[in-house]
C-alpha cells in the first residue's frame, strides 16, 4: 500500500481547520442578523418611526462590517480546496462543485447586488423596494448556505453519484437526491438555526450593555424585544432539528455517532448520557469503563438513533470488530473489500483484455462501497478522536438549552416591561455572546472531527485527498493565514466596539 506523508496531511488538516474556523465566525451572524434586520426594516416601512429607521441602520452597520470579512475568508476557504486538496477535488469535483457553483451563480449574485440597495437605497429608492432589498439579502445569504450545505452533506452521506472508472471520477447521477437527501436537510436547518441564535445573543448581548450603561435605553428594549422572539423560536428549533440530524448521524455515520456519546459497547435500551467525564487513557484496546461517571438519561439513545427506545445501538468496539448478531462488518473485512476494490481499479485500467476489464469492473462495483477503507493502515485509524468529539458535542447540547432559558427570561421581561432592573441578567447576556459563537463552532468540531479519518465517507480518507505538495509549504501558509486572520478578526472586532460605543446616530433616547 502506498506510504503518506502524514505531516502534509496534517499540516492540512490544520491549515483548512484554521480558516473554517475563523471563516465560521463570521457566517452565523451574517445568516441570522440580516432576518433581525429586516424584521426591523419591515417595522420602519409599517410604522414610518424615524426610531425604526435608526434601529435599523445601526444593526446594519454592524451586520456590514461582518459581511465583509467573511467574504474574504469564504473565497480564501473555497480556494484552499484546489490548492491543498486537489486529489479530493479531482475525486469528486463534478458533484461538490456543482452545488458550490450554483451557490455562486444564485446565491452570492442575490445577495451581493441588494446589499447595496440595502445600505445605500435611503431616500434612492422607493421604501417598499428598500424594505424588500432587505429581505432579499436575508434570502439570499441563507440560500448561499444551502449550497455549501449541501455540498458538506454530501460528503457526510455520498448519494446520488456512480464512480467512473475511465475518468477516476465520481459523477452525479441524481441531483434531487444530493439536495434533498436527509442530511443535507437536516444539517441545513439545523445550522441556519444556529446561526439565528448566535445573531439573536449578539443583538441581545450589545442592546443589555446600552441598558448597563443608561444609554439609547428605547433603541435596546426595542431591539431585545425582536431579538428575544427569533431567538427563543430559533433555539428551540434547533433542538428539534438537533434531534433530527443526530438520528440521521446515527443511520450515516454511526462510528461519529458512538464517538458522540462515548460509547464503546454497544447494546439495548441505551441510556442518554446528560453529563458526563470520560475515563482518561480509555480506547479501544483497553478494558477500562467508559466512563468516570455519568449521568443517564434511560433508554433515550437508543430512541434517539432509532427511535425505538429498546433498540440496539452499536459502541466503537462493535464497529471495529463487526457484530454478527446486528449485521456489522468488521472493519478489518472492510479494509479487504476496500483493497479488492482499489486493485480491481487498478487493473481495469492497466488490461488491455476486455474479458478481464468486465472481470475487474465487476469486483470494483461490487466492493465500491469499501473503497476508502482499502487505504487505512489499520483498524484503529477508523475511529476519530473520541473525548473532542463528546466533549464538544454535550458542551454545545448544554449551551443550546441555557440560550432557550436565556430567550424565554428576556421575552418575559420584555413583556412585563421589567428589562431595566435585570441588572444580573443584563450582564449574563452580554458575556453570552461569545458562548453563542463557541457553541456554533463546537457544532462544526462534531461535524469534521467526529467522522474523521473520511473526507467522502467510507469513500476517500484524509490521507489520500492531499495535493501533491510539501509539507514545509503547507506550513508556511498555514502561519501566514493564521496571522492574516487574527489581524482581520482583531480589525473586524475593533470597528464593531467602536459602532457600538457610538451608538446609533440621530436617535435622542
Not at 432587505?134 to 440560500?143: H, T
Not at 447576556?429 to 479519518?453: C, D, K, M, T
Not at 509549504?473 to 467602536?498: C, D, G, R
Amino acid at each position: 500500500m502506498e506510504a503518506f506523508d502524514m505531516s502534509l496531511v496534517n499540516w492540512s488538516r490544520a491549515q483548512f481547520a484554521l480558516t473554517a474556523i475563523y471563516h465560521w465566525i463570521f457566517v452565523p451572524l451574517t445568516l441570522g442578523l440580516s432576518f433581525i434586520i429586516a424584521f426591523m426594516h419591515a417595522r420602519y416601512y409599517k410604522t414610518g418611526s424615524e426610531k425604526w429607521k435608526n434601529t435599523t441602520k445601526f444593526w446594519m452597520k454592524l451586520f456590514g462590517i461582518n459581511f465583509a470579512i467573511g467574504v474574504a475568508t469564504g473565497i480564501i476557504l473555497e480556494f484552499e480546496f484546489g490548492t491543498n486538496w486537489s486529489n479530493y477535488s479531482w475525486f469528486v469535483g463534478d458533484i461538490f462543485g456543482a452545488p458550490l457553483a450554483i451557490e455562486g451563480i444564485m446565491a452570492f449574485f442575490l445577495e451581493s447586488t441588494f446589499i447595496a440597495v440595502m445600505f445605500f437605497g435611503w431616500n434612492r429608492v422607493s421604501k417598499k423596494f428598500h424594505m424588500l432589498s432587505s429581505w432579499f439579502v436575508a434570502f439570499g445569504s441563507n440560500l448561499s448556505a444551502l449550497w455549501i450545505l449541501v455540498a458538506n452533506a454530501w460528503m457526510q452521506n455520498p448519494v446520488g453519484m456512480r464512480f467512473n472508472p475511465d475518468t477516476a471520477r465520481n459523477e452525479m447521477v441524481n441531483f434531487a437526491e444530493v439536495l434533498f437527501s436527509p442530511t443535507a436537510i437536516y444539517k441545513f436547518l439545523h445550522t441556519i438555526s444556529n446561526g439565528y441564535v448566535v445573531a439573536s445573543l449578539f443583538v441581545i448581548g450589545i442592546s443589555a450593555w446600552f441598558i448597563l450603561k443608561g444609554r439609547h435605553l428605547e433603541f435596546a428594549k426595542r431591539s431585545i424585544s425582536i431579538a428575544a422572539v427569533f431567538g427563543l423560536l430559533s433555539s428551540i428549533f434547533v433542538v428539534i432539528t438537533g434531534d433530527s440530524s443526530a438520528h440521521d448521524v446515527a443511520q450515516t455515520q454511526p462510528m461519529k455517532f458512538a464517538a458522540m456519546e462515548g460509547i464503546y459497547e454497544g447494546g439495548e435500551g441505551v441510556g442518554l448520557t446528560t453529563i458526563g467525564m470520560l475515563t482518561p487513557g480509555k480506547t479501544y484496546e483497553n478494558n477500562k469503563n467508559d466512563f468516570v461517571f455519568a449521568l443517564k438519561a434511560p433508554k433515550m439513545l437508543s430512541y434517539l438513533a432509532n427511535r425505538n427506545s429498546n433498540s440496539f445501538v452499536p459502541g466503537i468496539n462493535d464497529l471495529v470488530d463487526g457484530n454478527k448478531n446486528h449485521d456489522i462488518v468488521p472493519i478489518s473485512e472492510r479494509m479487504e473489500f476496500g483493497k479488492l476494490a482499489i486493485n480491481a481499479f487498478k487493473e481495469y485500467n492497466n488490461s488491455e483484455d476486455a474479458e478481464i476489464k468486465e472481470g475487474a469492473l465487476k469486483t470494483l462495483e461490487e466492493n465500491y462501497q469499501h473503497f476508502g477503507y482499502g487505504y487505512l493502515p489499520d483498524k484503529k485509524s477508523a475511529i476519530p478522536n473520541v473525548p473532542i468529539t463528546f466533549y464538544s458535542f454535550h458542551l454545545m447540547v448544554g449551551l443550546g438549552f441555557f440560550f432557550i432559558v436565556l430567550f424565554g427570561a428576556f421575552l418575559f421581561f420584555s413583556v412585563k416591561q421589567k428589562t431595566e432592573s435585570k441588572r444580573g441578567w443584563l450582564k449574563l447576556a452580554v458575556w453570552s455572546i461569545p458562548l453563542g459563537f463557541l457553541a456554533s463552532e463546537l457544532g462544526w468540531v462534531v461535524a469534521e472531527v467526529g467522522r474523521q479519518p473520511w473526507t467522502i465517507q467510507d469513500i476517500l480518507p484524509t490521507m489520500v485527498s492531499t495535493s501533491h505538495l510539501s509539507a514545509s509549504s503547507v506550513q508556511v501558509t498555514f502561519w501566514a493565514f493564521a496571522a492574516l486572520f487574527t489581524v482581520l478578526l482583531i480589525a473586524e472586532i475593533k470597528i464593531m466596539l467602536h459602532q457600538i460605543k457610538s451608538g446609533p446616530k440621530n436617535m435622542e433616547e
